[in-house]
């Protein structure tokens, strides 16, 4: 009681080794620290894998470790991604939902590869050399091993052309809705806020209506600063989070270098923070 709970800047969307980060955890706060951030979310994709190492990581150096986990979800066609942040990791339900869409993510991975292994020269095995034990596997493992191949030059150029939905050979994964991925954080005592909510592209921001439905089942808020949304999405989602008296964050998506996104480009507010902090009851902060 009393007292400051953290320090900013806060930066609360980062990746590691365990999903599709190109640092382990320990890297990763170690690269936030680096870049004048005192708070960090780890928030790797569907999975809470990282947390002990980054919580060692941050305690040592002296800064503020909120846990978290980017949850895939899908609205009709459309990827979703729920930035969930303190709740409880062994919640049952929670799990049982990471645990389907990782195994899930595996059986698609395979999918792709043996799609691009019809005009290029790709195996699983390559993949594989690319992902660390256990990670939650994602195209951006196949984008690598697309590199080692000397096939692309990097994991941009690899989204933008074989990986990419029109070139024919992508596959969707098992993902809930998102009214099941922000029902099932809250009910483990987690803070549920949209990642990147307003991608450029026609109708990729989820509709008003869902996001309506999604506030009244507990959804805490957006994710606004961040370089894939667009100004005009921003305003808009703006509008509602005032309306609403939501949450809005801000963040880098840092995936080491995996992406240019750099820690701490995009930062949360001190009063934001304290919000999730106060709003979020599965676990706590780790504390230096
Ligand atoms: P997946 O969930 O397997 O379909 O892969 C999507 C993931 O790829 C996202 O979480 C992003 O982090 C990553 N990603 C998307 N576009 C790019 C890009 N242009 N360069 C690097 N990584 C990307
Ligand atoms: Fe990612
Ligand atoms: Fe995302
Ligand atoms: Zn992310």
Redesign the pocket.
Known sequence: MGGRRFEGPSDLHL?SLR??GTEPPEGVVQSAHRHGLRTIALTD?DTTAGWAEAAQATSSLGMTLIPGM?L?AKHEWR?V?VLAYLFDPDDAALRAEMDRIRDD?VG??ERIVRNISRDYDLTWDDVVAQTSHGAT????H??DALVARGLVR???E???SI?HPREGYYEP?YAPGPETAVRLVVAAGGVPIIAHPTPAGRGRMLPVSVIERLIALGLAGFEIDHRENTADGKRLLRDIAARHDLIVTGSS?Y?GL??PNLPGENTTSDEMVARIIERGSGTSPVRA
């Open positions: 990746h999903s599709d994709h980017e895939s990827s991604h993510r698609r991975a596997v994602g195209r951006p196949i984008a990097d994991r941009s690899a989204f933008d990986l994964h998506d995936h995996g992406k």
